[in-house]
């Protein structure tokens, strides 16, 4: 497979009891895969296919779009670890995974009650 680009997947992804992704007892988890692949079209089919095998599904498909590093700003930690998977995921033709679960988002949510 000749792989011309990344493709940022924003999601929300169904999350099985047994999958090696579910630390927490979480139902779903919202994230971005990093998938190289040579079309949208293609990028999505691979990325289903990576959830399948972590026992996930996606529910909601937020949004899907070829990287650009000109879109992203070195001097912000967030767009910098975006630009890091990215590139590595081009490099090695690997799909990368980053997510926060339910149950994480529920905490993050009482912290800011405090």
């Given at each position: 497979m000749e792989?011309?680009?990344?493709?940022l997947i924003y999601h929300k992804a169904s999350l099985d009891e047994l999958s090696p992704m579910n630390e927490d007892g979480s139902?779903?988890?919202?994230?971005?895969?990093?998938?190289?692949?040579?079309?949208?079209?293609e990028a999505v089919s691979l990325f289903e296919k990576y959830l399948e095998g972590q026992?996930?599904?996606?529910?909601?498909l937020t949004k899907?779009?070829?990287?650009?590093?000109?879109?992203?700003?070195?001097?912000?930690?967030e767009d910098r670890q975006i630009i890091r998977a990215a590139s590595s995921?081009?490099?090695?033709?690997?799909?990368?995974?980053?997510?926060?679960?339910?149950?994480a988002m529920e905490c993050d949510e009482g912290e800011d009650d405090d």
């Open positions: 792989v011309v680009s990344v493709w139902e779903y988890m919202v994230g971005t895969g990093f998938v190289p692949a040579t079309s949208m079209k026992k996930m599904e996606i529910l909601e899907c779009e070829q990287f650009d590093p000109a879109n992203f700003n070195e001097s912000n930690e995921s081009l490099e090695d033709g690997q799909i990368r995974y980053v997510g926060i679960s339910s149950e």
